[in-house]
């Protein structure tokens, strides 16, 4: 039995699913955190549970090649990035080996390789920031909290978002500071801004600044308009109304202040409008990668009627669309589902339409109605498909399914009950989407 506070020695052999190193000490595994595989390290146990212990490194005995020194000042306390103590070829090792091992483990796939579409850059790329507010001494500041916990970090600059989102944060909080306004204490449920939310986009510039407030009024909302205005590209400021207690960032109520309360981007070719609670991939550059992946394995032609899951504001819908005979997209945020329907007419798409609802529910029922699907495209949550969505995909029986995922184990789960109704894996790959960070995307079709 590992003690607590002792300190052993030990080689890092491989990673966790959120990318913690993991060491045998005494045949128990040991998790830790900042650790390259292949070094062999001196560990502290910090906990000890009865099949595994979380541990500190204390001194690294042999130093990986792969390891470097953090360009973030902040990297080992926040809880945003996690692979910037090594470098880019081992963070997308690690990132594909995590796919492939879920995809064998639990998929019951026998996969020796897979391949990852790693990113052209590690810095500026993500296109949204959500800042959560606190105060201290009575002064409010922003920042993102350490793993695990509401505890913030403070940071001037984050490295992976681009400059307008700090800069619109800097703002914020010297307006804050200036009026007085009470930020809010989740503990109390008291107190006024929550969190700073930031969308710009990639291609157009425009930026949209969302302030989460509990309650419905912003107090000298002029002047803070006037200083936005300063931040390259600012198009809309509007305020999301969440009273709620919980840590949901946004509300269901959105009130502009100023703009048409929306931005605009391209993406493939395409324009979209994008507002507060649209779903839109973090990284441009790599969502284009993505969806001319999953276009090319899908193989749609003029004939095929093609259905979306969880389109989001339809950028695969539309983007599909040039190359079907019809596409269908469902949704269950409704102003989602608007921002797809403008966006399908502000490209001239007629071949596409768009339903709100549950995307298992509104394929059953599409399904009953006789809609019939050639190829289903899938880009669920991360808790992955529902048992009505499975169902539904086994009652259309298209010849394709495109899975777009954004966790490897769910993505496995789902592929091997797909594997049950009459399915097998054709292609998989992963696709770094975001960089320094624990998370990936994945990529599969599966034929019937």
């Known amino acids: 039995m590992l003690e607590k506070g002792k300190i052993y020695e030990a080689v890092v052999t491989d990673y966790t699913a959120e ?36 541990g500190k490194i204390t001194e690294i005995l042999e130093r990986s090649p792969h390891r470097i020194n953090r360009e973030c000042p902040v990297a080992k306390l926040c809880g945003g990035c996690d692979f910037w103590h090594m470098d880019y070829e081992e963070e997308c090792r690690l990132k594909a080996g995590r796919v492939r091992q879920a995809l064998n483990r639990i998929g019951g796939e026998a996969l020796e390789t897979l391949p990852i579409l790693s990113a052209p ?51 914020v909080i010297d307006y804050v500071n200036q009026y007085h306004i009470p930020a809010y204490d989740e503990t109390a449920h008291k107190g006024l801004l929550r969190h700073i939310y930031v969308r710009r986009g990639a291609v157009s510039g425009q930026v949209l600044v969302c302030l989460a407030v509990n309650g419905r009024r912003l107090l000298h909302g002029e002047e803070l308009i006037e ?16 009273t709620r207690q919980g840590n949901t960032v946004l509300g269901d109520e959105f009130i502009t202040l100023y703009g048409p309360g929306y931005i605009e981007d391209t993406l493939c070719g395409l ?50 669309a040039k190359a079907a005979g019809k596409v269908i997209g469902v949704e269950v945020i409704p102003q989602a589902v608007e921002d797809a329907r403008d966006n399908a007419k502000r490209n001239g798409i007629e071949n596409a339409e768009f339903f709100c609802g549950d995307a298992g529910e509104a394929a059953l029922e599409l399904g009953a109605k006789g809609v019939k699907a050639d190829v289903v495209v899938v880009d669920p949550p991360r808790k992955g498909l529902n048992a009505d969505a499975i169902e539904a995909l086994a009652r259309f029986a298209p010849r394709r399914i495109v899975y777009v995922s954004c966790d490897p184990a769910t993505l496995a789960r789902d592929v091997a009950l797909l594997k049950d109704r009459g399915y097998r894996l054709q292609n998989a790959m992963a696709a770094d989407l975001f960089p320094r960070c624990a998370h990936v995307e994945s990529l599969v079709c599966l034929s019937r």
């Open 271 to 320: 324009n979209f409008r994008l507002s507060a609670r649209s779903f839109y991939q973090v990284n441009h550059h790599q969502a284009q990668r993505l969806y001319e992946a999953a276009i090319a394995q899908a193989g749609i032609t003029k004939d095929d009627t093609v259905l979306d899951l969880y389109c989001g504001v339809g950028t695969i819908t539309l983007i599909m």
């Open 121 to 171: 850059t590690c810095h500026g790329y993500r296109n949204k920031a959500q800042y959560p507010v606190a105060s201290k001494k009575g002064r409010a500041y922003a920042g993102f909290f350490r793993a695990g916990t509401h505890t913030m970090v403070e940071n001037d600059r984050c490295l992976i978002l681009p400059e307008e989102a700090d800069r619109v944060k800097e703002i």
């Open 227 to 242: 200083r936005l205005k300063a931040v390259p590209g600012f198009t809309s400021l509007v305020l999301s109304v969440n």
């Open 19 to 54: 990318g913690q190193g993991v060491a045998k000490v005494e045949g128990c595994a040991v998790f830790l955190p900042n650790a390259v595989a292949g070094e062999r390290v001196l560990l502290r146990i910090e906990k000890v549970g009865k099949t595994w212990a979380a």
